[in-house]
């Protein structure tokens, strides 16, 4: 294993602190600002308890972000739907309210992107997606899309690891002078039959300590009615087996130590059961298949300041995840298929931050990490992951440039029970990112980043029964972009416009193929892809008149996502579901108490399959989605009514092929806050 000497010695020496007397300059978002000591705590206690809007004109990388109160209007069910929102992100829903939803970000694979809930990320060692459909909005304060990396140095090693990120921030407790408990209930019912009721409460312990806890359920049959035409005649079915019923529980704890310590602890618990609806195919409209999940995780983080220039930040989690598939059609010697799988997660960080000139800072974290994975399959491979991180930052902020540079290490080592293990691994991956004011003026700002990255073959690209290969090499990714931001006033209206062009390539491509019989397929080193896209955001913020406010947000993306692998027969098309063109529009209005948001998504034409024939062709689709809210007050107390429309002009369509998405649907809900 080359966990090597040189890797602990870095861990233990940056842990230990240096002794000298400099201005420390503190990162607020993505921007770096000179402040004085004290002013520090209070920033990162500020940033931490109440998250507010990025500034991402000040960004080296491209970030977008949806914030509290525009995620509550968004006609979204979770995390997957307000994603949508944003450019260059194509999300994979195999249909229904309790359906799988997958994303894929700048046509690079669902398992480029790392997906970090309170700056830890989430993990599946198994197929290395995440399911954001699990993930609630009800206790989510800001969702953020960073392209490359984030530039904060005070991130963990893992957040250097991944092509792009999405970043979850749940809510925080906030409170008034006079009230040390703080209770927000919430219903939502409405087609699908669903039924949806939320409770989230903070208590102020005191001055010092703080906690949240917020539970939710879920209860739907996911029946809707669709269209299905197979060439012969056209009928109006009704989605089955899509149902789900799903607990979440959170349970937070904060506390601070002066102005020098911040800390927090997070348990969080899902169990859910679903049913997998499957494909439309040959006139058959019903699947048997059923997934439970439960999902458990700890996890903690702890900033300390040691002295004007040096301070610390741990993480640290455990995870725990079950799953289970039951397939009745699939009979096996023990009956029908019924297979369970358990992974673990033991995971560590230290991140040393250290000031060396007012405008220069660097950054050491290390990351630890343990994956394990049993099953109940024959003679299952049992496979164990250790893996360590090390990445190098720096940062330059002048007066009118910001650059940062990184150097990622990589070590792997596989360990199996059964057959043989992948070999041990050791990757070195540099990124560079620039930000650059070219005027006098703040308005206007460009920005560029080169990136190399890689992700590591899944548990079940190497060691799936029958279909796992230990000889994979891992998919490298190039990422070059350049763009600029703007942001002009023009007549009361303020303006944040963002365009980005972008190269990425992906190198040794994991993809499945048959071998000796369609029943047995192999994992190999075969695919290469080139991306070229466009992507261009366009907010608006003003007033008509003096009672009347509004947001608006537009955003467009192109993107050319080919197969360049020498020698298939498909060279040079578009890969499956990516399109050429896509966008959204959302608009929100304010009046007194009321409140009116619309927003439009589209997708245009894509294929299914690698080959770009006709038979493989899906046409475009785009909805409409309209909300009416209204707040009274009870006792000083808002009480918020909400009705929404969703695909109001009942728009048939598909996300993934033979896989029918909802038709018109309603929702309707109640906030009260006391």
Not at 40 to 48: A, T
Not at 623 to 648: C, R, W
Request: aromatic share 14%.
């Amino acid at each position: 294993m080359r966990i090597s000497f040189l890797h602990c010695f870095l861990f233990v020496y940056m842990s230990i602190g240096f002794n000298n007397s400099s201005t420390l300059y503190a990162q607020e978002k993505d921007s770096i600002i000179p402040v004085s000591l004290d002013k520090i705590y209070l920033l990162q206690s500020k940033r931490y308890l109440n998250p507010e809007p990025l500034n991402s004109h000040f960004s080296p990388a491209p970030v977008q972000e949806l914030t509290g109160n525009t995620l509550s209007r968004l006609s979204t069910n979770s995390v997957a739907d307000a994603i949508r929102f944003f450019s260059g992100v194509q999300l994979k829903d195999y249909g229904g309210i309790g359906g799988i939803k997958t994303i894929n970000i700048r046509s690079m694979g669902s398992q480029h992107t790392g997906v970090f809930y309170d700056g830890v990320q989430l993990g599946n060692a198994q197929n290395g997606q995440i399911d954001l459909g699990k993930y609630s909005l009800q206790n989510m304060e800001a969702i953020a899309l960073y392209q490359g990396q984030r530039s904060d140095l005070n991130q963990s090693a893992k957040s250097y690891a991944s092509s792009n990120s999405i970043y979850l921030q749940s809510k925080t407790p906030e409170f008034s002078e006079d009230k040390k408990l703080q209770t927000n209930v919430s219903l939502k019912s409405g087609s699908f039959g669903l039924f949806n009721p939320a409770v989230d409460f903070d208590f102020k312990i005191n001055n010092k300590l703080s906690a949240r806890f917020s539970t939710e359920y879920t209860n739907a049959n996911g029946e809707y009615k669709f269209e299905y035409s197979n060439d012969t005649y056209d009928t109006i079915a009704v989605r089955k087996n899509a149902d789900v019923e799903a607990l979440r529980l959170e349970a937070s704890l904060y506390g601070k130590q002066g102005t020098k310590t911040n800390w927090n602890l997070k348990y969080y618990h899902y169990d859910s059961e679903r049913g997998l609806p499957g494909t439309i195919v040959a006139n058959r409209f019903e699947r048997p298949q059923r997934l439970w999940d439960k999902n458990n995780f700890l996890q903690g983080e702890y900033t300390h300041h040691i002295n004007d220039f040096y301070f610390i930040v741990f993480r640290g989690k455990y995870a725990k995840n079950y799953s289970r598939y039951v397939d009745p059609e699939i009979i096996t010697t023990d009956g029908e298929l019924d297979n369970r799988y358990t992974q673990k997660e033991y995971y560590a960080s230290l991140v040393n931050t250290v000031k060396i000139r007012p405008f220069w800072n660097i950054s050491l974290a290390t990351d630890v990490q343990k994956n394990t994975m049993e099953a109940n399959l024959y003679r299952f491979a049992y496979p164990k992951r250790l893996t360590l991180l090390n990445a190098l930052a720096t940062d330059f902020n002048f007066d009118k440039v910001h650059i940062q540079a990184s150097l990622l290490s990589t070590t792997v080592n596989d360990d199996v029970e059964y057959y043989e293990s992948a070999e041990d691994l050791q990757k070195y991956t540099p990124a560079l990112m620039v930000n650059w004011q070219p005027f006098a003026s703040e308005k206007f700002r460009l920005r560029a980043f080169y990136k190399k990255i890689f992700r590591l073959p899944t548990f079940n690209d190497l060691y799936y029964t029958f279909v796992g290969n230990v000889f994979l090499d891992p998919e490298d990714a190039t990422q070059i972009n350049f763009g600029f931001s703007f942001q002009p006033e023009i007549k009361n209206i303020a303006f944040d416009i963002q365009t980005d062009v972008y190269k990425n390539l992906i190198e040794n491509k994991i993809v499945a193929v048959p071998g000796t019989n369609l029943f047995r397929w192999s994992m190999l080193n075969l695919g290469k892809v080139e991306t070229t896209g466009i992507e261009t955001t366009i907010k608006a913020a003003g007033n008509l008149g003096k009672k009347i406010h509004y947001r608006t947000n537009l955003s467009y993306t192109y993107q050319e996502s080919i197969d360049v692998t020498k020698g298939t027969s498909n060279y040079g098309d578009q890969i499956p579901y990516i399109p050429l063109h896509s966008g959204s529009l959302s608009a929100m209005l304010d009046y007194n108490k009321l409140e009116f948001n619309y927003s439009f998504i589209y997708t245009g034409e894509r294929y299914s399959q690698k080959a770009n024939i006709n038979s493989n062709y899906l046409q475009p689709w785009y909805t409409h989605d309209l909300s009416l809210g209204y707040t009274l007050f009870l006792k000083q107390n808002p009480l918020k009514i909400k009705m929404e429309v969703n695909n109001a002009f009942n728009q048939q369509y598909t996300v993934i092929k033979n896989f029918p998405m909802p038709g018109r649907s309603y929702r309707f809900s109640l906030n009260y806050t006391l």
